[in-house]
């Protein structure tokens, strides 16, 4: 069956193996992995030209939140970030690289270790104001898996995970 796209988080940590905080506010997730470059290897003795699959480049990796207050996000734990464009400008501003992981609906992600920079977008009329954290992978990319447990207590959902991980994209 098909999945919908909600319920998909970034979270961040300064540690590879520190508590990651869910960023609020993610509206939009770039493609992920990458297409192997082509390298040529055709010689002389070739009547066409030949090609062995390179490295992957999986570029700047972009994602579109939406720019809040800890006003409209009063709810938030402490694994959570409520004021995500403060919270990564000032790691921006420090020069600070991160972990993150990205997790989708089904458990499944990816884990890299990248750079934060941070970019306002333009504002409008009547507009939502948003900004894009675009990141340099510093590592590359694996997959991430979130096993999973919900538990229902009355009219909350407790989450909990443990984390599986593999290399590949």
Same mark, same amino acid.
């Given at each position: 069956?098909?999945?919908?796209?909600?319920?998909?988080?970034?979270?961040?940590?300064?540690?590879?193996?520190?508590?990651?905080?869910?960023?609020?506010?993610?509206?939009?997730?770039?493609?992920?992995?990458?297409?192997?470059?082509?390298?040529?290897?055709?010689?002389?003795?070739?009547?066409?030209?030949?090609?062995?699959?390179?490295?992957?480049?999986?570029?700047?990796?972009?994602?579109?939140?939406?720019?809040? =207050?800890?006003?409209?996000?009063?709810?938030?734990?402490?694994?959570?970030? =409520?004021?995500?464009?403060?919270?990564?400008?000032?790691?921006?501003?420090?020069?600070? =690289?991160?972990?993150?992981?990205?997790?989708?609906?089904?458990?499944?992600?990816?884990?890299?270790?990248?750079?934060?920079?941070?970019?306002?977008?333009?504002?409008?009329?009547?507009?939502?104001?948003?900004?894009?954290?675009?990141?340099?992978?510093?590592?590359?990319?694996?997959?991430?898996?979130?096993?999973?447990?919900?538990?229902?207590?009355?009219?909350?959902?407790?989450?909990?995970?443990?984390?599986?991980?593999?290399?590949?994209?």
């Amino acid at each position: 069956m098909e999945l919908l796209s909600k319920g998909t988080y970034l979270a961040y940590s300064e540690a590879e193996e520190g508590t990651y905080k869910k960023l609020y506010g993610l509206r939009s997730t770039p493609d992920m992995g990458g297409d192997p470059e082509k390298v040529e290897v055709t010689n002389l003795n070739d009547s066409m030209r030949r090609y062995v699959r390179g490295i992957k480049d999986p570029g700047d990796l972009e994602f579109g939140f939406y720019y809040n =207050s800890a006003e409209e996000n009063p709810n938030a734990t402490e694994n959570e970030v =409520s004021t995500s464009y403060a919270t990564l400008r000032a790691l921006d501003t420090a020069g600070t =690289s991160v972990w993150y992981i990205l997790v989708y609906p089904d458990g499944t992600g990816f884990k890299w270790k990248g750079s934060v920079s941070v970019k306002r977008s333009a504002a409008e009329v009547n507009g939502v104001l948003a900004f894009t954290l675009r990141t340099m992978c510093e590592t590359e990319l694996t997959d991430y898996t979130a096993a999973q447990t919900t538990q229902t207590t009355g009219t909350e959902e407790q989450t909990t995970g443990t984390e599986e991980q593999t290399t590949g994209a």
